[in-house]
């Protein structure tokens, strides 16, 4: 009887004894569970699909801000969601300041208080056109204030002179008629200069700043047409290239089966320093064809040339 107990015994402390050597079975942990040495860690790199599209400007920004400086007649700095933006004005023209000038630099500064007048510190609403911003970084926009639009109303006052930025024209049509009507009314820089100064008084607007010419006194009108595009196609570009006397003001009409051309591009111009001038024109897709005359006059002194010619629309 104790024998037996003796070897059931034996028995049981047999079985509990721990295997050892190859009777051990060997546990192996997958090599992407285990435990990072220090130093061995390398964070999981994550990549974009490369059909992600990078973010639009355009999208992001708000066309609210808040007017924060006036730099001069046709640029301010906004503040749009916390960030500084320097805007430039589409499709006109202000003087800038040239101290070596005092009359450029009095026009400059009349213009900037102008613009301080329309925006400052006010909140605007912002317009796009086709362009996001030009080579300097500069938002291309056109600027309101409530139901004010003010690049138009800076032509209207006369302070800006419309200048075209292919592909930015929505209003260039707009800004042309408003120039006329303030050459005609001579307001702002188009104002008849007084008698007792030293530049002539004449009943033509004074020359736009960006030429940096003066109508010449006492000089003799003449005007050249040097060149015209034709043929041209519908749906293509026409340039008409001109010379007249430096400072001179001059005008294009382009006359259609329709009547005068209201493409832009055919706004008033003044002539360089050597007396050229230049238009560039889109011709209509729905244009006829036939022979079309071109008329360009030049005003100076108080005396107006014109001159014709005529293109071919293919």
């Given at each position: ?138 938002l291309l926009r056109y600027v309101y204030v ?160 014109s001159e014709t010619t005529h293109f071919t629309?293919?």
């Amino acid at each position: 009887m104790v024998f037996t107990f003796l070897l059931i015994l034996v028995s049981v402390i047999s079985s509990c004894t721990p295997l050892t050597g190859a009777e051990a079975p060997t546990i192996s942990v997958p090599q992407s569970t285990k435990a990072p040495q220090p130093g061995q860690f390398s964070p999981p790199v994550l990549s974009l699909p490369s059909s992600v599209p990078a973010p639009d400007i355009s999208s992001a920004l708000s066309n609210q801000a808040r007017v924060v400086r006036v730099i001069d007649g046709d640029t301010i700095e906004v503040d749009i969601s916390g960030k500084v933006y320097r805007v430039r004005y589409i499709g006109i023209d202000t003087p800038e300041y040239d101290y070596s000038r005092p009359d450029v630099a009095s026009l400059a500064e009349k213009a900037t208080n102008a613009n301080t007048a329309l925006v400052g510190n006010k909140v605007v609403r912002l317009e796009r056109d086709v362009s996001e911003t030009d080579r300097y970084g500069r938002l291309l926009r056109y600027v309101y204030v409530g139901d004010l639009f003010v690049n138009a109303e800076l032509v209207k006052l006369g302070w800006a002179e419309i200048y075209s930025y292919p592909p930015d024209t929505k209003y260039d049509g707009l800004f042309a008629n408003l120039q006329r009507e303030a050459i005609n009314a001579g307001v702002g820089r188009w104002a008849t200069p007084p008698a007792n100064t030293s530049v002539p008084a004449t009943t033509q607007p004074a020359n736009p700043v960006q030429s940096s010419v003066q109508p010449a006194p006492n000089s003799e009108i003449s005007l050249q047409i040097v060149s015209v595009t034709t043929p041209a196609k519908r749906g293509s570009s026409a340039t008409l290239v001109a010379r007249s006397v430096p400072g001179a003001y001059c005008a294009i009409t382009v006359y259609y089966k329709s009547g005068p051309s209201t493409a832009s591009g055919l706004y008033d111009k003044v002539a360089d320093g050597s007396g050229n001038v230049s238009w560039t024109w889109t011709v209509g897709t729905n244009t006829t064809p036939g022979s079309w005359l071109i008329e360009v006059k030049a005003t100076s002194g108080g005396k107006t040339v014109s001159e014709t010619t005529h293109f071919t629309v293919q």
